[in-house]
Structures are given as structure tokens and as C-alpha cells.
């Protein structure tokens, strides 16, 4: 079920939009039970869904310095997802939305994701943010955040489920 949140959302005109399918919105939470504990990450474009690696681990294990955090907490996109990103506005299929799981964390956009997402005050990527709290045995809900006034803020709010 989509939750409107409030009268801000229905300004923005943010209702008249068909933010995400429910096979798409349901696909995303099986990849996110699936890659739980760790974090999923991937693409929501115009038809379907790309399941993309979390290459956190990886790069963890190269430098721990460099990279203290653990896919458990974090997520990088692999050099050929962050290719596909940005070719994909270029084609009759384009990324709309990217996503990541948040396990047992709840969703929220961190300023973690912040510093990733905006480089001198704007976006890096004309994309929204999809947040997924996922837990041990189900999805608790998940938040999707769209770029306005300078930051990202909090437009829908999905329903979490069993999985």
C-alpha cells in the first residue's frame, strides 16, 4: 500500500507520478531479504529492475583503511552498474530510481548517502533514492526520497511485508 505523507507531497505533484510498480517495489525487497545481513544496492528504471553488486566487501578487503566500512553497512556500485547508470540516460530506458537496503537500521537517507549522492549542492544523478528497512525475517518499509530545495527529502512512504 502507498502512504501520501503529507500536504508537501501532494504540492509537488508527487501523486500524478507512477513512482514504482508492485512487481518492481516487490522485486526490490526479495533482493534486499536475499543480500540481508548485507546491503543491496541497484536501478528502478522506466521498465524493470536492475539487481546491481555491492563490490563494498571487495573493496574493504583491498584497503581497510581506505574502505573501513563492510557491505553489512555500506554499498558501492561495481564500475560496470555505474556504467550502465550513466548510459542509461542516454537510452529509451533510463534509471529513475536508484536503491539500497539499510539492514536492521530502518530507512533513512544518512548523510552518508547524502555525500554520495550531491556534489556542490545538486545531484549527481537526475535519479530519486529509494531506502529499504530490511530485518531479519521481513521488510519493515521502505522510503523514497526525491531532491528539492537543496536536499533530498522524504516523498512516499511503502509498506513493508513478510518475506
Do not use: W
Request: proline share 4%; aromatic share 12%; glycine share 4%.
Amino acid at each position: 500500500m502507498l502512504i501520501i505523507l503529507d500536504e508537501f507531497a501532494l504540492n509537488m505533484n508527487f501523486t500524478n507520478e507512477n513512482i514504482l510498480s508492485d512487481s518492481a517495489l516487490e522485486r526490490v525487497y526479495l533482493h534486499s531479504r536475499h543480500s540481508y545481513p548485507e546491503e543491496c544496492c541497484g536501478f528502478i528504471l522506466n521498465d524493470g529492475v536492475k539487481e546491481c553488486e555491492n563490490v563494498q566487501n571487495k573493496l574493504h578487503k583491498l584497503d581497510p583503511f581506505k574502505y573501513p566500512r563492510t557491505a553489512r553497512t555500506a554499498f558501492t556500485f561495481s564500475f560496470e552498474d555505474l556504467l550502465f547508470l550513466d548510459r542509461s540516460f542516454n537510452s529509451n530506458n533510463p534509471v529513475r530510481i536508484i536503491y539500497h537496503s539499510h539492514p536492521d537500521l530502518g530507512a533513512y537517507f544518512s548523510d552518508e548517502d547524502r555525500n554520495h549522492a550531491i556534489i556542490d549542492g545538486e545531484p549527481i544523478y537526475p535519479v530519486k533514492h529509494l531506502v529499504i528497512d530490511v530485518q531479519s525475517t521481513r521488510i519493515g518499509c521502505a522510503k523514497l526520497f526525491k531532491f528539492v530545495n537543496g536536499d533530498y527529502q522524504l516523498v512516499k512512504l511503502f509498506d513493508g511485508k513478510e518475506i
